[in-house]
């Protein structure tokens, strides 16, 4: 795109022109397009260099060399040498070179909408490898959460054959034990499954194929959900201005209106202004020569308005036409995206509230299903309870951790889906800016 926007100063590279080419009894077309005729009755070499010019404006140099066969002052022939400069200036379309502002206007929307796609690409990419993060401290967590349930089964397990050998609780006691132990050892090899499933796909989404480092502990998840916050207002403008997907839609109607313009100004009639002036050198016997014969003047001028204009414009109103459609699509394009953004960033804001509720409920009961657990346990020992009740206990305990973690991860995901609909302010890409949509 960087390469696009560079061509379009090609169009301020000269031009050169050559022909060379014998007339006799010559006559013009008044009107016709492209080269009509060289000089009459003579063989004509001429050569010349056109440039545009800023503000608007064609300079043209040039030199001919002729060889008159009729010159019309009683001889059989006579050279001519001239050198001119013609400058050409736009009155109507293409005025102050509004064409080539369009196609930079085009090339610079086109860039921007690359690099918003870009920004879009990677805001959702970010928000992608944030879930999957999300996902292995959850299963983690998860994890880590099913290994201490088996461990405080193992432990139950030994103290509660202890207790039986000591006949202090009957022998049947140790049955719901024994299953329990196998139900949690199963439930930790399925934790440890879904851990490796969540870093499988945290490392398909980073890419690369190798080891993802991942930071997590006990209790890390929950610890990262309390230190999150939002924004306490949602600017829908802002986040409008700082999403790629939106901002990728906007460019494309800076893109249109470009095109719009170029379209609207090839309406218009060419009215040009030529000025010219010339310098003739004329000899009988030599080219180059550089005396007077047919002429009684060296230097030489004339200044020309020239208009023309095309009969129906039927394919320039189509296409205007066209552009006005098209940017009408995209701002009803537009205007469903900021809908989208609202209900995004309202829904991320509601998960993340009741994330936030629920967690604080569930630490209470974190806290109670402990201290029933750490009961139920001394109870136990004290032969005034049975291995069923610690159990429930410890199911209870294990069944609220593993809550808390889910809320937590929960809350987490909702924190992460609030940023990406809000286009990640104030944690903008450096991405390379937008090209200046002015002429150098």
């Not at 924004?231 to 901002?247: F, P």
């Amino acid at each position: 795109m960087l390469a696009k926007h560079e061509a379009t100063f090609g169009f301020l590279d000269p031009s050169m022109f050559a022909a060379t080419g014998y007339a006799q009894r010559s006559r013009g077309t008044p009107g016709a397009s492209g080269f009509t005729a060289l000089t009459d009755n003579a063989l004509d070499n001429q050569a010349g260099v056109q440039t545009p010019l800023r503000p608007g404006a064609y300079l043209a140099v040039g030199g001919a060399e002729r060889l008159l066969t009729e010159p019309g002052d009683g001889s059989n022939q006579q050279y001519q040498s001239l050198a001119s400069a013609r400058l050409r200036i736009p009155l109507l379309r293409d005025r102050g070179f509004r064409l080539w502002d369009s196609e930079q206007a085009m090339a610079v929307a086109e860039y921007n909408q690359e690099v918003s796609q870009f920004t879009a690409a990677i805001q959702q990419l970010r928000w992608e490898i944030e879930l999957a993060y999300i996902a292995v401290l959850e299963a983690a967590e998860i994890r880590s959460s099913a290994h201490d349930a088996t461990v405080r089964l193992s432990a139950l397990l030994n103290e509660t054959k202890e207790l039986v050998r000591l006949k202090v609780v009957p022998e049947y006691q140790l049955h719901p034990t024994v299953m329990e132990k196998s139900l949690r050892e199963e439930e930790e090899i399925s934790a440890k499954d879904g851990y490796e499933q969540a870093l499988i796909r945290l490392r398909q989404v980073v890419g690369g194929g190798g080891a993802v480092a991942v930071s997590s502990g006990v209790g890390a998840l929950v610890e990262w959900a309390a230190g999150v916050t939002l924004s306490e207002s949602d600017d829908v403008a802002v986040a409008m201005a700082t999403r790629g997907d939106s901002q990728a839609i906007l460019n494309q109607v800076e893109f249109s209106h470009a095109e719009l313009g170029r379209a609207e100004e090839n309406l218009r009639s060419d009215l040009d202004l030529n000025l010219g002036t010339s310098w003739q050198g004329e000899s009988p016997n030599n080219p180059f020569g550089g005396g007077r014969a047919l002429s009684g003047h060296h230097m030489g001028g004339d200044m020309t308005l020239v208009w023309s204009k095309t009969l129906g414009l039927r394919r320039e109103r189509a296409e205007v036409h066209r552009l006005e459609s098209r940017i009408a699509e995209l701002m009803a394009s537009l205007a469903q995206m900021r809908d989208l953004a609202v209900a995004e960033i309202a829904a991320a804001r509601l998960a993340y509230q009741s994330a936030q509720d629920r967690l604080r409920a569930v630490e209470g009961a974190t806290e109670a299903a402990r201290k029933e657990m750490e009961a139920e346990e001394e109870r136990f020992r004290l032969g005034e309870g049975r291995s069923r009740q610690v159990l429930d206990a410890q199911q209870d305990l294990n069944g609220v951790s593993q809550r808390r973690t889910h809320i937590a991860a929960a809350l987490l995901r909702a924190h992460s889906s609030y940023r990406r609909a809000t286009g990640y302010v104030g944690q903008e890409l450096a991405l390379q800016p937008s090209l200046p949509p002015t002429k150098p």
